[in-house]
Each structure stands twice: as structure tokens, then as C-alpha cells.
């Protein structure tokens, strides 16, 4: 191990995204960690891990003499077997652990993208308000989190769900692959929408087939299907782009367009929809933590009116409705999460 006597712990840390390939190397002392030097990279414009983490470890060696990190643990959207991710979802290439420990002389652990924003939660401090954003019950409660399994949900390109629980007196990360769980509609327009889904992916669609920014787009595209020449310029506009900038331009556009408004609101309540149903199964007391950036991004729209959370306390039983009511629910702020998140996973796992 290498690392001055201001830090305990000095790791590199990997966060591989559809868009942006993040490392970064951080120091760790009494459990908090910082971040010591940093770079990003376009994902897409790289062949694979190895260019970018090799130009990172020459640049850092330059910024940050004597810093060199001890161990290596990077995270990216896919299954990891044998220490490997074989196929990014959402880059056009893998991780192979084994193949860049062997390469830099450095141990590495590769895990997935949920475990490492769960091990990222299990660093942050719901009282402070610039990591965590708290969203007040119906009845105006703000229960607290306490010892109990902490469960993540995340919208982003993909629904991601990972959860947290004390084992042997540590928190520990369980990935799972709960953002397929079949989608749960609440309505008579989002249960015509899953059929339009159904038909569209030959079988009953899951969760992150509406709640993820592929999610968006597929609720837009059978809103304007709905539409037909009643549509707005706006929506036809949209139409014509990519569809991958479809989310970023119906929410652009959502204060001035009826079917850009509506289709967030739906997504909105259906991502309610999916934190309630999954808040049923883990009874999550230590706190839902809902992450990727479109919480944050679109917090007003989540907050006005309690359309989340009304949305969310709703179950046909009433000890499920007082359970909900129950629990404490955050939105995480902190972009960096997953960087924090894969170095606290490499020290905790080692």
C-alpha cells in the first residue's frame, strides 16, 4: 500500500456509464472519503477500459506524485461473473477484471453499477440536504431511516434496484434485477399503454419498459400514436429526432406542450407505482432511496402537489397504505454516488 498519512486507504474507483466513463482516485480516512484527482471520458469513444484507465494512472502519476492507489473496483450495468461484466448495457463493451488486474498490477474487483450507488448510500447523511433530497408523506410526516434495509431505485437510461442490509454488523450490497418486475399500472390509459407494450415486446412488459429514459420514450411514442394529426408541432418536432433525445426534449418542453406535460406525469406516478410495490416486498426501514439524476432533475414536478408520493401511499390494503407511510423517502443528490459508492465496496469487500 501506498498513501500518505493523511488518508487510510487510497483506491481507484470506476464508474463505466452508457455515456461517460468516470475515474477517479479517492482517499479514505475514518470511513469519509474525498476525492483526490479525477478525469472523464466519452464512452463511446473508447475501445475498451484498459485506453482511458491507462491515460488516467499516467495523468494522476503526474498531478498527484506519491499518490498511487492500492486496489481497483469499477462498476458498469450488467451481470458480473467470474469478475467480469462480458457486455455493458448500455456501452459497447465489457469489463474483464481478471484481464485489467493482470495488465496494471493492481487488484481489481468489478461490481455492479446498483451495488456500487448501494454502497455510495450507506456513506450519506440523510440530515444533510445538500446529499439528499426528503420527500414529506401526505400527512406531512418525515420519518426517519433507521437500521433497517435501505432499498435503491433508479431511473436513468435503464430502472436499476439494488438493497442494503446488516450482516455481522456491516451494511452489505445485494444487486437484483428488480426493474423488470412486470409494470405496475394504475389506470385505465397506463393499462391500454401496456398492452401497446405488450404488443410492441411480444410479451407483458417490465417496469423499466416505462420508468428509465427508454421508458420515457415509449410512453411519448404511444401518446403521439394516440394523438395522430392532432398532435402538436412540438411533438411532431420531437418525433424527428433521435430517440435518444427524446426524455431530455419532452421535459424541455413540458410547460408548454399538454402531451409532453402529460407524458411526465405519467412517468412520474409510475415510478410511484414501482417504489411502492417494491417498498412492499423489502420493507425498507432504513429509508427508499430513489437515484439516477431524473429525480433531481425533474424535483419540482415530483414534489408539486405530492404527485409522487400520493401516488406512492396508494395500495388496496391498508397495513401496505400504513407500511408505506411508513417509510422514509429520499432522493440522492450526490452525483459522484457511484465513484463514492465502488470505492467504499473495494475497502468494505476488499
Not at 70 to 97: H, K, Y
Not at 234 to 247: A, F, R
Not at 250 to 267: N, P, V
Request: hydrophobic share 40%.
Amino acid at each position: 500500500m501506498s498513501c500518505t498519512k493523511d488518508y487510510n486507504h487510497l483506491v481507484l474507483a470506476g464508474d463505466i456509464g452508457g455515456t461517460n466513463t468516470n475515474l477517479a482516485l479517492l482517499g479514505e480516512k475514518n470511513g469519509a472519503f474525498d476525492i483526490v484527482f479525477d478525469r472523464h471520458y466519452k464512452t463511446r469513444e473508447q475501445k475498451s477500459l484498459a485506453e482511458p484507465l491507462a491515460r488516467f494512472i499516467e495523468e494522476a502519476a503526474e498531478k498527484v506524485p506519491g499518490l498511487k492507489a492500492e486496489r481497483f473496483c469499477v462498476s458498469g450495468a450488467g451481470p458480473v461473473v467470474d469478475g467480469r461484466i462480458a457486455q455493458l448495457t448500455n456501452a459497447p463493451w465489457g469489463i474483464d477484471g481478471p484481464a485489467l488486474e493482470k495488465e496494471f498490477g493492481l487488484p481489481t474487483r468489478v461490481i455492479n453499477d446498483f451495488t456500487a450507488i448501494s454502497y455510495g448510500v450507506c456513506l450519506l447523511d440523510p440530515e444533510k440536504p445538500e446529499q439528499i433530497l426528503r420527500f414529506r408523506h401526505c400527512d406531512g410526516s418525515d420519518p426517519r431511516p433507521d437500521q433497517g434495509v435501505k432499498l435503491v431505485v433508479g431511473a436513468g437510461t435503464g430502472l436499476g434496484v439494488g438493497f442494503l442490509t446488516r450482516i455481522n454488523g456491516r451494511m452489505e450490497a445485494f444487486p437484483s434485477e428488480g426493474g423488470h418486475f412486470t409494470l405496475p399500472v394504475y389506470d385505465a390509459e397506463t393499462r391500454e399503454f401496456q398492452g401497446w407494450l405488450e404488443k410492441k415486446c411480444g410479451f407483458v412488459p417490465g417496469a423499466e419498459a416505462a420508468v428509465s429514459g427508454i421508458g420515457t420514450a415509449n410512453i411519448f411514442s404511444f401518446l403521439a400514436e394516440k394523438a395522430g394529426t392532432a398532435k402538436s408541432a412540438i411533438v411532431s418536432e420531437i418525433l424527428t429526432k433521435p430517440q435518444q433525445d427524446w426524455p431530455r426534449l419532452i421535459s424541455m418542453h413540458a410547460a408548454e406542450d399538454r402531451l409532453c406535460d402529460h407524458c411526465m406525469d405519467i412517468f412520474v406516478k409510475l415510478y410511484a407505482r414501482v417504489a411502492a410495490d417494491l417498498s412492499a416486498i423489502f420493507i425498507p426501514t432504513g429509508g427508499l432511496y430513489l437515484a439516477g439524476g431524473i429525480v433531481t432533475k425533474e424535483e419540482k414536478r415530483f414534489i408539486d402537489g405530492q404527485r409522487f408520493m400520493a401516488m406512492y401511499e396508494q395500495s388496496y390494503r391498508e397495513h401496505i397504505r400504513a407500511i408505506l407511510r411508513r417509510t422514509p423517502v429520499m432522493a440522492v443528490k450526490d452525483y459522484s454516488i457511484s465513484l463514492y459508492g465502488a470505492a467504499n465496496a473495494a475497502i468494505i469487500l476488499g
